[in-house]
């Protein structure tokens, strides 16, 4: 693919998450909510075993997405109309208990001769995925300016990343997980870390309204940063057990959608930890 294609591919999708997350609270967990279902598409595509007739693995696999997106669905249903948390333990607890007794009813009727797998990875689909981007979608919803520190966060990671691939590439000379990823050097990630911190003081700037002070910003810059480049080396590593270079093929000249949010989905658990004590700190 040529340097043009990509460049297109490249903007096009940046441009889409920046203006949709801009936009408004609503779309932005919208958006989440579509990039956790392409992100579980890819997953459940990549891990389930295949077992059986095409029917039934196309089956197999639309349960893993139903189980992969079912936090997401709550946190959206719940960011579109006022529900009560009563009402989530009423209705949720039974719809949870059929959607999960469903996993292992399937590979009992389907006569998978490798169940543990394939349960076993829709529930990892679930808390890999899922969790975090059920998180962001009630992060857009639940604070003020709530979409504005959902893009920050995309700005501060993606800083990081470019940070560390710019100074790495020039004076990069410790490997870091060579194992892993040979590309990624100590050096890379302390100037992911400061490029990361320097976007957090911009940003802290910029949306003023979001209810964070200069210190706390610098913190989020910096997890940012290592907990993006960790959530990266883990995709690598999981890639890798499985012999294959890109998730997908849905970003021409990118790869798939999970690469481009391997890191963003890490990040996020750690991002609500420190959003936690931050509250608790007021």
């Known amino acids: 693919m040529s340097f043009k294609q990509r460049a297109i591919t490249g903007l096009t999708f940046v441009g889409v998450m920046i203006g949709l997350t801009l936009a408004h609270p609503l779309?932005?967990?919208?958006?989440?909510?579509?990039?956790?279902?392409?992100?579980i598409y890819e997953f459940s595509g990549l891990i389930l075993v295949q077992d059986g007739s095409s029917t039934t693995n196309l089956s197999r696999r639309i349960l893993a997405m139903t189980v992969g997106l079912y936090l997401p669905l709550i946190a959206l249903i719940q960011s579109l109309i006022s529900v009560s948390p009563t009402s989530l333990v009423i209705y949720g607890v039974p719809i949870t208990l059929f959607?999960?007794?469903s996993l292992f009813l399937f590979e009992l009727f389907g006569k998978s001769a490798q169940p543990f797998p394939n349960i076993g990875f829709s529930f990892l689909g679930m808390f890999y995925i899922g969790l975090p981007l059920s998180l962001v979608i009630g992060l857009s919803t639940s604070i003020p300016q709530g979409n504005f520190l959902v893009l920050s966060i995309l700005f501060m990671i993606w800083a990081g990343d470019t940070g560390a691939y710019m100074l790495g590439s020039q004076i990069g000379k410790n490997k870091m997980f060579p194992r892993i990823?040979?590309?990624k050097t100590w050096e890379g990630t302390m100037g992911g870390v400061a490029s990361a911190i320097i976007v957090a003081v911009l940003c802290s700037l910029v949306f003023k309204d979001i209810p964070l002070q200069l210190w706390q910003w610098m913190i989020l810059g910096a997890i940012c940063a290592v907990f993006g480049i960790l959530g990266d080396l883990v995709e690598s590593m999981l890639k890798r057990s499985l012999g294959i270079k890109d998730s997908?093929?849905?970003?021409?000249?990118?790869g798939g959608f999970l690469d481009r949010f391997d890191s963003f989905i890490f990040v996020i658990p750690f991002i609500a930890i420190a959003l936690f004590f931050f509250t608790m700190l007021r």
């Open 27 to 39: 779309a932005c967990a919208i958006l989440f909510f579509l990039v956790a279902a392409l992100c």
């Open 99 to 101: 959607l999960f007794s």
């Open 181 to 183: 990823s040979p590309g």
């Open 248 to 254: 997908g093929n849905i970003l021409p000249g990118h």
